[in-house]
């Protein structure tokens, strides 16, 4: 028999099987090729026979008919055999070329994987919180080379960037470093014995660039001093909104980094033992501090069962964002508002120097305590292994510093501007934070007598004996 197109389409039904199933495999040959029709499914496939000398007759497959057609597996028949007169195995050549393909593909994989890819592999082998950071920068300063091939990136190119990007020095110089160990990553991703990138292009460009400019910047040591923190706050008041005041407050009260103070959470916070916990921190550990009666007046006057305000109350986030879906995002402008009133230049960073400095200056505190309310890791075997005190045990401090700053000047009055019009109005726990364990608006509680909220509700009477005595 012709094993032919006419002979197909009359032993093949609509389905693409044969009409009548066979039993067992089935197998027909003419003209170099054969069809193999499978039992029990009626499949059809083309193959074809053939041997190379000293070896046993070997059985090569062509396709599945019909999405291998008669003159396709004809061609292929014809190229077997033509390998077989040669003395070579097909099957073994067929996975020769597999894998000259495959490699072929590797090699074009590394040509055109972009930088963003890049970044993705070097971000994913560290914490959430750096793949954040890593990528908001090179975004930043770089966007224009994230969708670009790696290896097209030029050193001429990156070092343009930078000086496009110089004015903000100490950003372009971050974005370089970030960008310098995604880099260096590169280097050491190899496929096939061909590595992606052979040199750091970022390391090329700064030799382009002068000295000066690529020299690190010099940290930052600023801090708002004692004498302008009565001014600092009272800038707060009048120039914040309660979220954005309330969390940066909290950051000079605690030290807290602003991300940390930011991603606050209500499940993180204990009233009954008054203590919080920040998680994802910067050193991976979650860092429980105390409050003081001054944070817990502030964090209780923020719960959504006792603050009447619910725009500013969020049943996950303590400092929950405009639209209340998020946490707090970012409060720039608002700050620059404070600024420009008080004359004081600061990052949210100073509040957490100002914090460290405090508690040195004023509280005479050693550096293992003060790292212990900052975080930070342990700098010895000492601090790493045996100094493990507890947030209750700092309760005393964070106490006294909060009572020493709300003692830096008379908060009941604001320089003729944001006036009020009563004592209760003056004072300061009316400006941040509203008594809302009574209905009453006139029980508000001034700063410095905090402790009598913490402790227990006064009475209108009472309250009003405390602020006759405050100047108005």
Not at 118 to 142: E, P, Q
Not at 325 to 332: A, E, F, N, P, Y
Not at 382 to 402: I, V
Request: glycine share 6%.
């Amino acid at each position: 028999m012709r094993i032919t197109k006419t002979w197909l389409s009359n032993y093949v039904g609509s389905n693409n099987k044969a009409k009548t199933i066979p039993e067992k495999d089935t197998f027909y040959r003419s003209e170099g090729i054969g069809v193999k029709v499978a039992a029990k499914t009626g499949t059809l496939t083309f193959f074809v026979e053939g041997r190379i000398k000293g070896s046993s007759n070997k059985r090569v497959s062509l396709g599945q008919y019909p999405l291998v057609s008669l003159d396709e597996a004809k061609n292929k028949a014809h190229e077997i055999k033509k390998l077989l007169t040669e003395g070579k195995d097909p099957r073994k050549e067929n996975e020769s070329i597999k894998e000259t393909n495959r490699k072929a593909q590797a090699h074009t994989g590394l040509m055109e994987l972009k930088l963003s890819d890049l970044i993705d592999r070097y971000c994913d082998l560290r914490s959430s919180k750096t793949g954040k950071d890593y990528r908001y920068i090179l975004n930043l300063v770089f966007a224009e080379f994230i969708n670009k091939p790696v290896r097209s990136i030029k050193p001429e190119d990156i070092a343009r960037r930078f000086n496009e990007y110089k004015d903000r020095k100490a950003t372009a110089q971050k974005a370089m470093r970030y960008l310098r160990a995604i880099f260096t990553h590169g280097t050491k991703i190899e496929v096939d014995g061909e590595i992606l990138l052979t040199k750091n292009a970022v390391s090329t460009a700064e030799t382009m660039l002068p000295k000066d400019d690529t020299r690190p910047v010099p940290p930052r040591d600023s801090f708002i001093p004692q004498e302008r923190i009565f001014d600092f706050v009272r800038g707060l008041i009048t120039e914040c909104q309660p979220s954005a005041r309330d969390c940066t407050l909290l950051q000079l009260l605690t030290g807290l980094r602003d991300s940390e103070a930011k991603q606050l959470k209500w499940a993180n916070i204990d009233f009954d033992k008054m203590t919080f916990t920040a998680t994802d921190t910067k050193n991976r550990k979650d860092h429980t501090l105390p409050m003081s009666s001054l944070t817990y007046a502030m964090l209780l006057s923020r719960r959504q069962d006792i603050n009447p305000d619910k725009k500013i109350t969020n049943d996950t986030w303590v400092f929950p964002a405009r639209g209340n879906k998020s946490h707090l995002g970012d409060i720039r402008k608002q700050l620059v508002k404070v600024i420009r009133k008080t004359g004081i230049e600061f990052i949210p960073h100073d509040l957490r120097r100002t914090f460290a400095t405090l508690l040195e200056g004023e509280l005479k505190l050693n550096t293992g305590v003060i790292s212990r309310f900052l975080n930070h890791a342990p700098a010895n075997v000492t601090e790493k292994h045996y100094m493990k005190a507890k947030a209750s045990n700092l309760s005393g401090e964070a106490n006294t510093l909060a009572l020493f700053i709300s003692s830096l000047g008379d908060y009941t009055s604001d320089n003729g501007v944001g006036q009020w019009t009563s004592p209760h109005e003056h004072s300061i726990e009316k400006a941040l934070y509203t008594n809302m364990l009574n209905e009453s608006k006139n029980n508000t509680i001034d700063w410095s007598y905090i402790l009598y909220q913490v402790q227990g509700n006064l009475s209108p009477e009472e309250l009003d004996k405390i602020l006759s005595t405050r100047t108005t």
